[in-house]
Antibody
Framework: EVQLLESGGGLVQPGGSLRLSCAAS????????MSWVRQAPGKGLEWVSA????????YYADSVKGRFTVSRDNSKNTLYLQMNSLRAEDTAIYYC??????????????WGQGTLVTVSS | QSVLTQPPSVSGAPGQRVTISCTGS?????????VHWYQHLPGTAPKLLIY???NRPSGVPDRFSGSKSGTSASLAITGLQAEDEADYHC??????????FGGGTKLTVL
């Protein structure tokens, strides 16, 4: 059974940093691209970042480029999102999602329950 | 403005059929990359409902079906049930191969 469990969310001041983690199990982690997707209060889903199975290629939405860094540790079956220079508009539930393949275009066949990030003073 | 446009809300009575549309702002998005659909109940993990316009993952009831016509895709739900009340999101890719979502549609079962 595929399981994705996010952690690391919380309250942070504007300009601060936070590191999210996503522990994966139930599939060959290194064989699949992974993504982070967020949902701000009252808004739709927004794709944030993706990383291929080897970790060799990463992709970002324009809204987070230069501030967020996605990485993965295939030996620990864990996906990360380092978020720096956080802004109020980054407030959202952050989901990690398994992609249906390695290089895209893919769909997201499994999602985690999400972790809440609140950016506020 | 989303690259993919969905109606903000739809509703239907139990047993009825509802459809949710997803229209691409560019003529080739839906045609070239296809559309996927997710069901999302607040506070839970989103769930894949339809992939590649028309394909249902195992375990998804056949009450859910997807279709594509030109620049639009649609999700149809027949035999509406109270448990179907949720948000529904379509997803595709833009011309730079970045993932794009529609704005989401809230389904209310009357």
């Amino acid at each position: 059974e595929v399981q994705l469990l996010e952690s690391g969310g919380g309250l942070v001041q504007p300009g601060g940093s936070l590191r999210l983690s996503c522990a994966a199990s139930g599939f060959t982690f290194s064989s699949y691209a992974m993504s982070w997707v967020r949902q701000a209060p009252g808004k739709g889903l927004e794709w944030v970042s993706a990383i291929v199975g080897s970790g060799g290629n990463t992709y970002y939405a324009d809204s987070v480029k230069g501030r967020f860094t996605v990485s993965r540790d295939n030996s620990k079956n864990t996906l990360y999102l380092q978020m720096n220079s956080l802004r109020a508009e980054d407030t959202a539930i952050y989901y990690c999602a398994k992609e249906s393949g390695d290089y895209g275009p893919n769909h997201f066949d499994y999602w985690g329950q999400g972790t809440l990030v609140t950016v506020s003073s | 403005q989303s690259v993919l446009t969905q109606p903000p809300s739809v509703s239907g009575a139990p047993g009825q059929r509802v459809t949710i549309s997803c229209t691409g702002s560019s003529s080739n998005i839906v045609a070239r990359y296809g559309v996927h659909w997710y069901q999302h109940l607040p506070g839970t993990a989103p769930k894949l409902l339809i992939y590649g316009n028309t394909n249902r993952p195992s375990g998804v009831p056949d009450r859910f079906s997807g279709s594509k016509s030109g620049t639009s895709a649609s999700l149809a739900i027949t035999g509406l049930q109270a448990e179907d009340e949720a948000d529904y999101h379509c997803q595709s890719y833009d011309s730079s191969l970045s993932v794009v979502f529609g704005g989401g549609t809230k389904l209310t079962v009357l």
